[in-house]
């Protein structure tokens, strides 16, 4: 199980509610396609945010019970069909975060992160959530917490990655009390401090995962236990930058099909702490 790409996203998953599967699968290919339009190829940065413009016309053209444009009916085509499950709204916000991408800023703080991760992230546990009809507030602080998290554990992962793409997560913040430059970072340059500075920051996703943990083992059925995967398998992200002494400016750590086993019983054996 994969935590980057939306590749946590129970699409076509047997732990998914055949009535529900249309429409995850309908928010799985606006997202993916908004991100690949965002990240994909070798198109120069006017393009795509051309491309994402006409992309979020094409979403209020279907919002407002219109017809999209042909380039990317096939995705609206699935969305219009399950609009009236869906909150526009959180489809903008996902919108804006692709957008912000493009241009990324310098992080100042952890809040300025989390306000990132309150477009990129968090829309899509609401949105399922919506689905299964949960809208309480503690169900969507706590989903809130889990999307949040996976998006850090994916920052924290993808050093190797961002870093050649002059893409920066870490907060200016973080970096000052660990002594680390923006530049040590982007150019992927391990040091005992960047190791301790890992170190802090996978705690903090550490902790905003195990907060929300607890909506995993109140959701019903098939989705608590899709939730429990999802949860354990970002959990093991962060154990095995662990185990590599939070090395991954160096390598990127992945979770694979050998882990499975280890991940289905931690999901058998979940409590809210763990």
Same mark, same amino acid.
């Given at each position: ?160 990655? %961002?870093?050649?793409?002059? !893409?920066?997560? +870490?907060?200016? =913040? /973080? *970096?000052? @009390?660990?002594?680390?430059? #923006? ?63 939070? %090395?991954?400016?160096?390598? !990127?750590?992945? +979770?694979?099909? =050998? /882990? *499975?086993? @280890?991940?289905?019983?931690? #999901? ?7």
């Amino acid at each position: 199980m994969s935590v980057d790409h939306y590749e946590n996203f129970p699409v076509a998953s047997w732990l998914c509610p055949p009535a529900l599967r249309p429409a995850v699968v309908a928010i799985y290919h606006f997202a993916r396609t908004a991100d690949d339009l965002a990240d994909e190829g070798t198109a120069a940065t006017a393009e795509r945010i051309r491309d994402l413009r006409d992309y979020r016309a094409d979403l209020l053209a279907v919002v407002a019970g219109g017809p999209p444009s042909s380039r990317w009916r096939h995705v609206y085509t699935l969305l219009a069909r399950e609009m009236h499950r869906l909150q526009p709204a959180l489809l903008h916000d996902l919108l804006d975060a692709f957008e912000q991408d493009l241009t990324p800023p310098r992080y100042r703080d952890r809040a300025h992160l989390l306000d990132y991760c309150r477009r990129s992230a968090n829309p899509v546990g609401r949105l399922l959530l919506g689905l299964y009809g949960v809208n309480d507030d503690a169900s969507l602080q706590r989903s809130d917490a889990i999307c949040s998290a996976l998006q850090l554990i994916n920052f924290w992962q993808d050093f190797s990655r %961002d870093g050649p793409n002059g !893409r920066l997560y +870490v907060p200016q =913040a /973080d *970096l000052e @009390r660990h002594g680390v430059t #923006a530049e040590d970072v982007l150019a992927c340059q391990d040091s005992t401090a960047a190791r301790a500075l890992i170190r802090d920051l996978c705690n903090w996703a550490r902790v905003l995962m195990l907060e929300g943990a607890p909506l995993a083992l109140t959701l019903r059925g098939r989705a608590g236990w899709e939730l429990r995967l999802v949860v354990q398998g970002g959990l093991l992200i962060l154990d095995k930058i662990a185990a590599n002494g939070y %090395d991954s400016l160096l390598r !990127r750590p992945a +979770v694979g099909k =050998a /882990d *499975l086993p @280890r991940l289905i019983w931690r #999901a058998l054996t979940m409590r809210a702490t763990s």
